[in-house]
């Protein structure tokens, strides 16, 4: 199976745009893999 990964939507393109800002905004507020694992696994 070919996948065409040069046809990026617009609404792709603007949630793209919008997580970019906000990672811009807010450069501290992120998760590490191991906090993103540990978060599921408590919900388990």
């Not at 990026?8 to 998760?31: C, F, G, M």
Request: charged share 35%; aromatic share 6%; net charge negative.
């Amino acid at each position: 199976m070919s996948r065409d990964y040069n046809k990026t939507t617009d609404a792709h393109k603007q949630e793209l745009d919008r997580r970019i800002a906000d990672y811009d905004s807010n450069p501290d507020n992120v998760l590490t893999w191991e906090e993103i694992k540990a978060s599921i696994k408590g919900q388990q």
